[in-house]
């Protein structure tokens, strides 16, 4: 008797301190503080020292392959114009937006991706889309779709021409609505730091055909202004 009960007690704290933990999380990935992650990945391996099972075992542990990750959404994401200050909310990247776009100039996607708080390094990461609805010919005029990695706190005008924390990969246009990038290297080398997030930039190998017309790859389902988790996945092999 006194052991279940002791047992319960133990548990409902356990869920309590898992609860306690993604809040945490939450403000810490607004920090970005990899510092604090691992600490508290330590706290984790400690406490489920004992146990197997249980909440706390499934957040240290994290989540098994194979494993999908949806876009963040919202305000993490969006596009911005490549040669100035501004921002939007649609995942759009191509050249001459609308009529009022300055031509010569175009525009690029940016997308953010929560990582778990610890997870097996994976052998093969690729950043996916079945969303892809085109206007006009942006694959056969602005050459290919490029995925570089960056780092950002906020999305907003300001991020527009933000460095590249590494090399680009080429995006391939499996089919008429399907987009896939490989970004093994960014996902794995970010999973082994321990970093709360992944991000990429999605921009045409030329800013612009100079013709005057749209030539965009835009992604959505329903509304082309609107972002949602799930246009793009990060597949996890
Ligand atoms: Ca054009």
Redesign the pocket.
Known sequence: MVAGHYSGITTLKAIRFSTFLVATEHHIDQWGSRHVRTLIGLVLVVLTGCASTGPLADLAVGPELPHQIANHGGSFEGHTPRGFAGSGTGLFA???LNPNFPDGDGVQIWLSFQLPFTMPVPEEVILRSDALNPR?T?FA??GALLAEPVVYDEFGPENFDLASTGEPVTCIRADGNHLECDVTDTVTSAIRDGLPRVQFRLKFETV????????LARFFRNDPNANEPGLFVLDLQ
């Open positions: 191509g050249d001459n006009g942006p005029d602005l612009s055909d100079g013709d005057g017309q749209p030539d």
